[in-house]
């Protein structure tokens, strides 16, 4: 957790705390299924998401007993779709240890996957969510794969703008609202404010992964230990590329690159390539724009000391 | 859907015909996943987990708009656990067609699971199912996982009775149990009934477990399409084999041939050996005492042509 947060929301370490310990003792069991999950869930990970659902509810009338069990179980519905993307993936490693499936194989990693989906939903059942929430989460799932299903479909191929957006909404933008709203639906707050705030998190997440995408392109995401052009490499199109691509040469080597062999070589001339078009730029400026956007919606609610901690949510992901 | 279930619940046919449109409604979308879905559920299978939702629904206030939903839901979780089964089975085939991975490959059939799992929570949201009734349904998905991982982690072993009956239960009975409690809610049938049916659903599970363990040591399996001695081909030790394995003599060939060269040979020697043990006779006789007493059961409800449904789903299990 990004101390920057912390300082903002004096009480938020002490929820963040309740929640870890509430994460580990849903996970407490001595099956193999529960340690796994147990180890995934406390692995760390940057908790940004049950961080919005319980500095959400603070904008409102804070009730731990109810809040720290929803932040717990977006947490662990995204716990578990990390690992099914690694199994997806082949991936070797998260969090800087083996991945699951490494080290039990597909079949207990698909399944602990599916263990989570369900454990989530009876954390949810616990805290007597209403159908209408219930269903929105549910339905923030459905999109959550259906997007990556269709982003597979569309891999290396250059997607169009709205394409883009849908994606990146998809991937991080959908869980962050419905952290978000669900956090506001907690804190009782009208649904006037719960609407704002899961635009809020609508954006805040597409404007994280747009600096994921920038990241991926600057030297900078290399000092956080992302390689730069990993991205490229794996196929998929970062915005200040896709924004390069307007243009037709860059567009027809891109192409190239993406539908022969790649190399890190090619990889890095095509990045210096959209660097010069002036498309990192434009990428940093949607990126701005994006999280201006975010301050002004959170300028809308009553001054307090959660809305300060949400602006510091926006505040992180300034470059 | 067996005729002898259908001719003893004359209203039954019609409500299954509403449940298939429900279902197909359910994934009505345009999208690559959807119409994955719709293809998994609508591509047959015994519907017996709906059918018995619906039936333990007619053994009390019976409400299609309420009930239907809920029969989907169970479906519906029970057709996205086979997708992931066959997944990380490496199936080539699902009910007589090329299953999903094989098409589409492993990411979009995990993701297509996932998307179905999400799906049936928001069927059981549409219906208003209160907390309770859906953090029963969490659990049971729960345990349906998490037998699975303990019977691959013990998977070429020979399991203790105990353990043999907790996989049995895990694999079948619990989403019985689930369906004809559940039913049973929607119904408006009182606890006490709510619970019978519950233990109902739960034996009726294992005595279809049972049978199947039946089937594959049985010439009648290969008429049904299964072919005799797959289970142990496949390391997994179907009751009649454990029976047999009381005897050291026995166990010792059993454990020689799960830790060496699988032959069908030798598979077809070792139930030849189980048979005139008697221990084919002693798992037919344990099937016929669960069915009996899943027909005890039944007996201490009032009499209905819902009731002789029920029955009738006892009596196809008879071998």
Redo the contacts between chains.
């Keep these: 957790m990004d101390d920057r947060i912390l300082r903002s929301v004096p009480q938020l370490s002490a929820e963040m705390q309740h929640f870890e310990e509430y994460l580990a003792g849903a996970f407490a069991g001595v099956?193999?299924?529960?340690r796994?999950a147990r180890d995934l869930v406390t692995q760390g990970g940057k908790r940004l998401r049950p961080a919005l659902v319980i500095t959400s509810a603070m904008l409102g009338n804070y009730d731990r007993d109810h809040v720290i069990p929803l932040a717990a179980a977006i947490e662990t519905m995204h716990a578990?779709?990390l690992v099914?993307d690694d199994?997806?993936d082949g991936a070797e490693t998260r969090r800087d240890r083996p991945a699951l499936h490494t080290i039990s194989g597909?079949?207990?990693a698909?399944?602990?996957?599916?263990?989570m989906?369900?454990?989530s939903?009876?954390m949810?059942?616990?805290c007597?969510?209403p159908?209408?929430e219930?269903?929105r989460l549910?339905?923030v799932?459905?999109q959550i794969?259906?997007g990556?299903?269709?982003q597979?479909?569309g891999r290396s191929s250059i997607p169009g703008y709205r394409t883009y957006l849908r994606r990146i909404i998809g991937k991080t933008g959908l869980l962050f609202a419905a952290a978000c709203a669900t956090g506001a639906y907690a804190g009782q707050l009208e649904e006037q404010s719960q609407k704002l705030l899961w635009h809020f998190g609508l954006r805040l997440g597409a404007a994280f992964q747009i600096r994921d995408d920038l990241l991926d392109v600057e030297s900078i995401g290399s000092k956080i230990g992302k390689p730069t052009g990993r991205d490229l490499m794996d196929g998929i199109i970062t915005l200040p590329l896709l924004l390069a691509s307007t243009a037709t040469d860059f567009r027809t080597e891109l192409q190239r690159f993406l539908g022969g062999d790649r190399n890190e070589v090619k990889a890095a001339e095509l990045i210096r390539w959209a660097r010069q078009s002036g498309s990192v730029a434009r990428a940093k400026d949607i990126l701005e724009n994006n999280l201006t956007k975010c301050s002004n919606m959170l300028n809308k609610l009553p001054e307090s000391e959660a809305r300060q901690g949400l602006q510091a949510f926006v505040e992180i992901l300034a470059i």
């Design positions: 099956s193999y299924v529960e796994a578990a779709t099914h199994v997806i597909n079949h207990v698909i399944y602990t996957g599916d263990y989906l369900a454990r939903l009876r949810l059942a616990a007597k969510l159908a209408e219930m269903s549910a339905y799932i459905e794969c259906s990556d299903i269709a597979y479909m």
